[in-house]
């Protein structure tokens, strides 16, 4: 056997593969609506685009950075820190790397000894728990379900604790249900996380992006000793149209953080410096254009939700941030035969022409993803098709 026992042991990214499928069964001819990659539609904004060409013109661009980031990096996401978070950072406490995804995976690498437990919210995001079980630790997942509005509460964490209970992950808004925790919420699992000395991994990437008045806090907004005991996960992907440039930031302790830049020294040696200047200017330069992206993203979903709803065995509840929608397609697989929710998303693809990512890799056999970071026409049609398929 070639292969390490880790590799056999993990799954590829499905909502990476999903997006690829689409893509090639596009290639061969096919007409297909793909939904299924988050990233937003929109090109990186001018000013952002030009800041890297300068960059890359001047010969800024052309050396290795230091590896947890560029020093004038790490001062643009203090600034960030001030304006959106609301408290002072030092720079220190910040490492910059290839992704918010790279940034995860860092840290669980830097905390989780063999055996560690990392309660997982559920559904998740598909990447935490292979990145868990790469960095030798153990997903322990939370289930929550539609009944309270997929989020997990105090009583649920305390059944989960063990002695073996080093990090709680928390994602809001969520990838896949778009929920957002209120600070009452935030404040009750901060606390519990503070009196069982287990480490909080905030991962706030879609904290820009909130609809229909809806409003994001950050967990280590909500005091000092929370603060203490997190480390935020956040980048410029999702807010800035950025997803190709790679940018993920860290803040969190100095222990922490300053262990996690030895890791990128170690592996990637820095995130791309045209990236890194394309990323000052994102968090420093002008702001109109992430508002504009969201109000965009908030019409979507005010269009694209109520006609979801009417597509026969799909249940939905309307989420609050992120851009996808997570409906409950338990109805619509016994309407057509299905026990698996893999399945049912292929026989959409190949019947529909819809490409969608099952629930499966998020922990939700019963659920499907949607993601609406698609131009309106696009998800209208897909809809479209999708109550035909149900209707056959
Ligand atoms: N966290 C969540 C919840 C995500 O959906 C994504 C999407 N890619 C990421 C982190 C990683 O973002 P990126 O690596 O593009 O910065
Ligand atoms: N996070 C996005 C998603 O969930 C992008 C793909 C990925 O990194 O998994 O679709």
Same mark, same amino acid.
């Given at each position: ?29 096919? #007409? ?30 052309? $050396? ?19 304006? $959106?978070?609301?408290?002072?950072? %030092? ?15 860092? $840290? ?9 437990? *990392? ?43 063990? #002695? %073996? ?12 249900? /778009?929920? =957002? ?12 996380? *503070?009196?069982?000395? !287990? ?5 706030? !990437? ?12 950050? !967990?280590?907004? !909500? ?24 940018? /993920? ?14 890791? *990128? ?14 990323? =000052? ?41 992120? $851009? ?62 999708? %109550? ?5």
């Amino acid at each position: 056997m070639k292969l390490a026992r880790r590799i056999l042991e993990m799954e590829e990214s499905i909502t990476l593969a999903a997006g690829a499928r689409a893509q090639a069964l596009k290639a061969e001819g096919r #007409d297909i609506l793909s939904l299924t990659l988050g990233e937003p539609d929109f090109i990186t904004p001018k000013n952002i685009q030009q800041a890297a060409q300068a960059a890359i013109s001047d010969g800024r661009a052309s $050396f290795y950075t230091p590896a947890g980031g560029l020093p004038e990096l790490k001062q643009a996401v203090i600034h960030y820190f001030e304006h $959106f978070y609301g408290y002072s950072v %030092k720079s220190s406490q910040i490492v910059v790397g290839t992704g918010a995804k790279f940034m995860l995976y860092t $840290f669980f690498m830097t905390v989780l000894n063999e055996g560690d437990e *990392v309660i997982i919210p559920t559904p998740y995001w598909v990447s935490y728990a292979d990145q868990v079980k790469l960095a030798s630790g153990v997903p322990v997942f939370a289930q929550t379900s539609e009944d309270n509005q997929f989020k997990i509460t105090v009583p649920q964490l305390e059944a989960l604790k063990t #002695d %073996k209970t080093k990090v709680l992950l928390l994602n809001s808004p969520s990838n896949p249900t /778009g929920m =957002i925790y209120s600070s009452d919420e935030l404040e009750a699992i901060g606390n519990w996380a *503070v009196n069982n000395d !287990i480490l909080i991994l905030a991962d706030d !990437i879609y904290g820009h992006l909130v609809y229909n008045g809806n409003h994001f806090t950050p !967990i280590s907004a !909500i005091s000092e000793k929370i603060r203490a005991q997190t480390v935020v996960i956040n980048g410029v992907s999702k807010t800035y149209a950025m997803t190709g440039w790679r940018v /993920g930031f860290a803040v969190g302790s100095e222990e922490i953080v300053s262990s996690m830049a030895k890791i *990128v020294s170690q592996t990637t040696s820095n995130l791309t410096a045209a990236s890194q200047y394309a990323a =000052i200017e994102a968090l420093t330069g002008p702001q109109d254009s992430v508002e504009t992206m969201r109000q965009a993203f908030e019409e979507r979903l005010n269009t694209i939700y109520p006609l979801l709803k009417q597509v026969p065995g799909f249940e939905v509840i309307k989420p609050q941030g992120a $851009f996808y929608l997570f409906p409950n397609v338990k109805k619509a697989m016994i309407l057509k035969g299905y026990d698996d929710v893999t399945a049912f998303t292929d026989a959409i693809l190949e019947e529909a022409d819809v490409a969608l990512v099952t629930g499966a890799g998020f922990g939700a056999p019963e659920n499907i993803r949607f993601s609406y970071a698609a131009n309106l026409s696009t998800l209208e049609e897909a809809v479209r098709r999708l %109550k035909i398929f149900m209707e056959k």
